[in-house]
T-cell receptor, first 112, second 118 residues
Framework: DTGVSQNPRHKITKRGQNVTFRCDPISEHNRLYWYRQTLGQGPEFLTYFQNEAQLEKSRLLSDRFSAERPKGSFSTLEIQRTEQGDSAMYLC??????????FGDGTRLSIL | AQKITQTQPGMFVQEKEAVTLDCTYD???????LFWYKQPSSGEMIFLIY??????QNATEGRYSLNFQKARKSANLVISASQLGDSAMYFCAMREAPTNNAGNMLTFGGGTRLMVKP
C-alpha cells in the first residue's frame, strides 16, 4: 500500500495558463475525490468518482475545471484559463466504498 | 448555517497532558459519519478516527478517542498523553447519508491548530 500519490507537489503558473494535476489512488480503491483547500480553511469538496463515473460535482467546480478518471484508476484535474482565485492546495483522496478517505500530499497551485 | 463548527482556532497543551478539541455539527440526516483528520505543516491529511451515528460506543484509536454526544451534536476529539509530534492542524469532518450516489463527500470544519509545549 503506497498511499495516494499526487503530482506535481507544487505548480507555479501565470494567470490565464492551463494546468493539469494527477492523482494516483490507493490500488483497489474504487472511489476518488478532489478537494480544494485555501490558506487557513478546511478542505472543500470539488468532485467525486466511483470507478470511472463522475457521480457528483460541487458548485465550486466552474466550467474552467474538468476532472477525469478514464480507466477507473488515476485521475486528472485540469484548470483552464487560471485565475488568481484558483491559488490553493488541491487534495485528492481515495476510499474503498464508504471506508474512511485517505488523502494524498496535495498539489499547491500558485498563480502569478 | 455551518455544518461543522470548530470554535477553537488555536490551542496550547503541555506535553504529556490530555487535550480536547471541540467539534459540533448540524445535520437532519439520521445516518451520518464523523471523522477527525490531522494535517501537519507538511500538508498531508492523516485520518485519525471515525464515529458512526448509530455506533453505541465512543470510538477509540490508540491515544485518540472521540467523545460523541449525539443529543448535543458534538464529536470532540480527545488526545491523551500529548506528544510534540501532535502539533498540527486538526479537522473535524462529516459525511451525511449518501442518496443516489451523491453525498459521499466530506464537509470539513475550519480546523484547530494544536501546539504542544515541551
Amino acid at each position: 500500500d503506497t498511499g495516494v500519490s499526487q503530482n506535481p507537489r507544487h505548480k507555479i503558473t501565470k494567470r490565464g495558463q492551463n494546468v493539469t494535476f494527477r492523482c494516483d489512488p490507493i490500488s483497489e480503491h474504487n472511489r476518488l475525490y478532489w478537494y480544494r483547500q485555501t490558506l487557513g480553511q478546511g478542505p472543500e469538496f470539488l468532485t467525486y468518482f466511483q470507478n470511472e463515473a463522475q457521480l457528483e460535482k460541487s458548485r465550486l467546480l466552474s466550467d474552467r475545471f474538468s476532472a477525469e478518471r478514464p480507466k477507473g484508476s488515476f485521475s486528472t484535474l485540469e484548470i483552464q484559463r487560471t485565475e488568481q482565485g484558483d491559488s490553493a492546495m488541491y487534495l485528492c483522496a481515495s476510499s474503498h466504498m464508504n471506508q474512511p478517505q485517505h488523502f494524498g500530499d496535495g498539489t499547491r497551485l500558485s498563480i502569478l | 448555517a455551518q455544518k461543522i463548527t470548530q470554535t477553537q482556532p488555536g490551542m496550547f497543551v503541555q506535553e504529556k497532558e490530555a487535550v480536547t478539541l471541540d467539534c459540533t455539527y448540524d445535520t437532519s440526516d439520521p445516518s451520518y459519519g464523523l471523522f477527525w483528520y490531522k494535517q501537519p505543516s507538511s500538508g498531508e491529511m492523516i485520518f485519525l478516527i471515525y464515529q458512526g451515528s448509530y455506533d453505541q460506543q465512543n470510538a477509540t484509536e490508540g491515544r485518540y478517542s472521540l467523545n460523541f454526544q449525539k443529543a448535543r451534536k458534538s464529536a470532540n476529539l480527545v488526545i491523551s498523553a500529548s506528544q510534540l509530534g501532535d502539533s498540527a492542524m486538526y479537522f473535524c469532518a462529516m459525511r451525511e447519508a449518501p442518496t443516489n450516489n451523491a453525498g459521499n463527500m466530506l464537509t470539513f470544519g475550519g480546523g484547530t491548530r494544536l501546539m504542544v509545549k515541551p
